[in-house]
């Protein structure tokens, strides 16, 4: 049967199964929105930005583990869709991007809303199509799913020029794909493996360091059962919270540049890093001279190039996580392990000495306690995004993550912005659980305009602002490394929260006090409508720990008693 292009985009994202698409419509991709108007296989969702529609569909698939889908329009449309494209390619998140393009007739002629649009993706994508003709359109499509949810996922754009969509042609969907050029490798190799064990039984001080690939693979439940084998501790990235569970004896928390200081010291003293998903970040290794330097190295990653990209390993293992996890867990029990009690005591004195604290009052809400005291009134309960910046570390650092993607946050791209979109995404895709996101006075107003979306779609979004009248964490690097001068950081200008939120339907609160902060809680998680809670708290408090740019992990600036 032959069916228009147009009509095979609906088709190819019905076969993948994708139940909800977020999107904004123009020009350019009007033949496709005709389309999702006659079906009813899928939700189309309609933000009110391009921006938007590819931060929700990426906290939708962050939240879920399915591949996020979005669709906008040529010229302005994609362009203000890229900035969402970079974040989930830094953070390797699958989605599917579909674009309309002006028709190939006029392709490189400066139409109407023409940009180059494949040659803007490529460097913020995994893979990019310009969809030439129609008979390439369904293979196209095919791709486009696969490569973006197999071996080291992330999103793939497909640009289709209105003409191709208008076309009819014939929609053969393959069920299983050829691409000779592209079969990333899943399995590692088990000599590797059996070599890496060799090594970590003799460690004395061996560590695991888990990283964002391990909720991508799913392989939490398998780092879990390693670690309680061997009895090695565990250190968490950004992207990882969550993976052991906040109550986890093994975990010495979360390290890098607002660290723990036992995450930190850990990964200074260890004599064998296994690093699993994790690809030795900046924010992570502080001055990487200094990082780790006698300690040897098991590095796992599905993709190759991430391993000695800037660390060299010593035993690498190119592989899905989670398959080479079972390998692990399997062959583990043909090894014996050293004793790491002692080395792990070590550790927990250092959570002793210095914990992660600060210094509570009653004179002014403390916005680690916000984070903190959200954990204890919702706990598993709720799935946290953040936007970027102070609150996003506080977030990190004393909300209790219990599971694997129970946080979503902006990691590589460090996107202010990203938090209520992709809190929209998450509340469309994991609807028993309660969403709440943590931001900034600077960082909510950079999409604000999707609290419309969010009242149109019922998407109880929770908006809690630790409202400090700055840009928090450029204040901080100001006052600690420019001598205090706040060069153009002040945002005491500010809109009425409460009154703006309620102009677009939905309910707002101000607090200022511990118990107007439960209250308002309780109130926005029965009200099940998008929500401001505008915290009013201490407008000069820094994030600590912190390693200061360019130092060595051990080299933290720590709250002073």
């Not at 014939?170 to 990333?184: A, L, Q, R, S, W």
């Not at 002014?364 to 919702?378: A, S």
């Not at 009248?469 to 945002?491: C, H, I, K, P, S």
């Not at 939120?501 to 607090?511: H, L, M, S």
Request: charged fraction near 20%; glycine fraction near 8%.
């Amino acid at each position: 049967m032959k069916i228009n292009g147009a009509r095979m985009v609906i088709e190819a994202i019905r076969h993948e199964g994708v139940d909800v698409v977020f999107g904004y419509p123009g020009g350019a991709i009007m033949n496709v929105y005709d389309e999702i108007y006659k079906q009813n296989h899928f939700q189309h969702i309609l933000t009110r930005h391009e921006q938007a529609a590819i931060h929700a569909a990426d906290g939708y698939s962050r939240a879920t583990g399915k591949v996020g889908v979005a669709i906008v329009t040529s010229g302005p449309g994609f362009t203000n869709a890229v900035t969402g494209l970079a974040t989930a390619y830094m953070d390797s998140i699958p989605m599917v991007v579909i674009s309309g393009q002006v028709p190939t007739s006029i392709i490189g002629t400066d139409g109407f809303q023409e940009i180059d649009a494949v040659g803007i993706s490529r460097p913020c994508t995994k893979h990019n199509y310009l969809v030439q003709n129609i008979e390439e359109l369904p293979r196209i499509l095919k791709e486009a799913f696969y490569v973006a949810r197999s071996g080291r996922p992330g999103p793939v754009h497909v640009d289709i020029p209105k003409d191709v969509t208008a076309t009819m042609g014939d929609f053969d969907y393959e069920k299983e794909i050829n691409m000779p050029t592209y079969k990333p490798t899943t399995k590692g190799n088990k000599r590797q493996i059996k070599k890496a064990l060799e090594a970590i039984a003799q460690a004395k001080k061996p560590l695991i360091y888990v990283g964002g690939g391990a909720v991508l693979s799913n392989a939490f439940v398998d780092i879990r059962e390693f670690a309680k084998k061997t009895n090695i501790p565990v250190v968490e990235t950004l992207m990882a919270r969550g993976v052991m569970g906040a109550d986890n004896p093994l975990l010495m928390g979360m390290l890098g540049m607002h660290g723990e200081y036992s995450a930190n010291m850990a990964m200074y003293e260890t004599d064998l890093i296994i690093s699993l998903g994790a690809r030795f970040d900046d924010r992570v290794t502080g001055r990487l001279d200094q990082f780790a330097k006698s300690a040897t190295i098991v590095h796992v990653d599905v993709d190759p190039a991430s391993i000695g990209k800037i660390v060299v390993p010593h035993y690498p293992i190119v592989g899905d996580l989670k398959l080479v996890m079972e390998d692990l867990n399997e062959m583990v029990h043909d090894f014996e392990f050293n004793d790491y009690a002692s080395w792990v005591s070590r550790l927990k004195e250092y959570q002793k000495e210095q914990p992660l604290r600060f210094v509570d009052s009653d004179e002014v809400i403390k916005p680690q306690w916000v984070v903190k005291r959200t954990g204890e009134l919702l706990g598993y309960k709720a799935i946290v995004t953040t936007d970027v910046g102070q609150h996003q570390m506080w977030t990190a650092q004393f909300y209790p993550f219990d599971f694997a993607r129970q946080f979503v946050t902006s990691g590589g791209l460090g996107t202010m912005g990203f938090g209520l979109p992709a809190a929209m995404g998450v509340a469309r895709g994991k609807e028993d659980k309660v969403s709440i996101n943590f931001t900034g006075d600077g960082s909510i107003l950079m999409n604000i305009q999707e609290l419309m979306t969010c009242v149109e779609y019922k998407l109880p979004v929770i908006n809690i602002i630790l409202n400090n009248n700055y840009l928090g964490m450029v204040r901080q690097w100001q006052t600690m490394f420019y001598d205090d001068r706040l060069a153009e950081t002040d945002l005491s200008t500010q809109p009425d929260f409460v009154k703006l939120i309620e102009a677009f339907g939905g309910v707002g609160y101000r607090v200022s006090t511990k118990e107007q902060f439960d209250e308002a809680l309780h109130k926005a998680v029965e009200a099940k409508k998008v929500a401001f809670i505008e915290v009013i708290v201490d407008r000069r408090e820094n994030v600590l720990p912190m390693v200061p740019n360019g130092h060595a992990l051990n080299e933290m600036h720590l709250l002073k008693d």
